[in-house]
């Protein structure tokens, strides 16, 4: 079955750099776009980043532009979020989506429909 897992968030200091990874098993991995969104407590869930399944194109919010990059591994199934220059306001549970799609990738949540359980960032001193 389709199987998304996250790791590599952590508590790290405002400035700080962290690097998220999306392990996707279970589907054919060159079809689907992938997103990241991220939750903080008592927040809606938000939506990050993407990169797209046919040319990897991107999309970056505006609250994360210029800090982090998302970047694929096709053969090792896997999806990347480089995360620098972390504020304390990018404190939140982060998770990986996915959906089987061509096109450009889709930015709202609610387009995406496999999910990793998520993994917490914390920015603290």
């Known amino acids: 079955q389709v199987q998304l897992v996250e790791s590599g968030g952590g508590l790290v200091q405002p400035g700080g750099s962290l690097r998220l990874s999306c392990a996707a098993s279970?589907?054919?991995?060159?079809?689907?776009?992938i997103g990241w969104f991220r939750q903080a407590p008592g927040k809606e869930r938000e939506g990050v980043s993407c990169?797209?399944?046919?040319?990897?194109?991107?999309y970056y919010a505006d609250s994360v532009k210029g800090r982090f990059t998302i970047s694929k591994d096709n053969a090792e199934n896997t999806v990347y979020l480089q995360m620098n220059s972390l504020k304390p306001e990018d404190t939140a549970v982060y998770y990986c989506?996915?959906?089987?799609?061509?096109?450009?990738?889709?930015?709202?949540?609610?387009?995406?429909?496999?999910w990793g359980q998520g993994t917490q960032v914390t920015v603290s001193t």
């Open positions: 279970g589907f054919i991995f060159d079809y689907y776009a």
């Open positions: 990169i797209s399944s046919s040319d990897g194109s991107t």
């Open positions: 989506a996915a959906v089987i799609s061509m096109a450009t990738c889709p930015r709202y949540r609610d387009e995406y429909v496999h």
